[in-house]
């Protein structure tokens, strides 16, 4: 089906494990987002690509890593979890000129670091 | 540095009642978009309105109308007939028409609508 999915949708794991969060879209939109979501913060920007190769910070990227080698995939990597990772994230994608400004999110990966 | 704030965390309207989401930002920018999102229990992101900023005229979706005061950089939502269904978190959101077009977000309104 077309869309962005995310996997896995639910994940708990424990302090100073690995973790990766995968992301996957059909459109071939250039730009791939990862946000996530904690009570009083609404969303906030981790990493985002505009284009396979290439990613850079947002607002929160520390302790999280990302790679971009082909356009329809944006995994994150928690590369030792600690509990303040404990959050639900969303991937989108987005692409210029197609439906102006909107975004199209994932369902969101809800992980619990123990 | 683009911020948006939503300064009401909870409200609740009565089914069939109008209720009106207020959200404000701050920007340099002169061009850029703006959404509401609507977030269900499913956890879901639906965009519920945009509204783009070199338009006079308040965009409307159905029930869904907002107030967009650009001088005041205010951008309010207004949702009319509310319905059980709109029960939900709504986020206003903020994004520049260049650059990397990532999406500013306040920290969200949870509204219920009451039977």
Request: charged share 20%; glycine share 6%; aromatic share 14%.
């Amino acid at each position: 089906d077309a869309g962005i999915t995310q996997s896995p949708r639910y994940k708990i794991t424990e302090t100073g494990r690995q973790v990766t969060l995968m992301c996957h879209q059909t459109w071939s939109h250039s730009y791939m987002f990862w946000y996530r979501q904690d009570l009083g913060h609404g969303l906030r920007l981790i990493y985002y690509s505009a284009a396979a190769d290439i990613t850079d910070k947002g607002e929160v990227p520390d302790g999280y890593v990302v790679s971009r080698s082909k356009t329809e995939n944006f995994p994150l990597t928690l590369e030792s979890a600690t509990r303040s990772q404990t959050s639900v994230y969303f991937c989108a994608s987005y692409s210029r000129g197609v439906n102006t400004g909107e975004l199209f999110f994932g369902e969101g990966s809800r992980l619990t670091v123990l | 540095a683009q911020t948006v704030t939503q300064s009401q965390p909870e409200m609740s309207v009565q089914e069939a009642e109008t209720v009106t989401l207020s959200c404000t930002y701050d920007t340099s920018e002169s061009n850029y978009y703006l959404f509401w999102y609507k977030q269900p229990p499913s956890r879901q992101m639906i965009l519920v309105i945009r509204q783009e900023a070199y338009k006079q005229q308040n965009a409307t979706e159905n029930r869904f109308s907002v107030n967009f005061q650009k001088a005041a950089k205010s951008f309010s939502l207004k949702i009319s007939d509310s319905q059980l269904g709109d029960t939900a978190m709504y986020f206003c959101a903020f994004m520049k028409q260049t650059g990397a077009n990532n999406l500013f977000f306040g920290t969200g309104t949870r509204l219920t609508v009451i039977p």
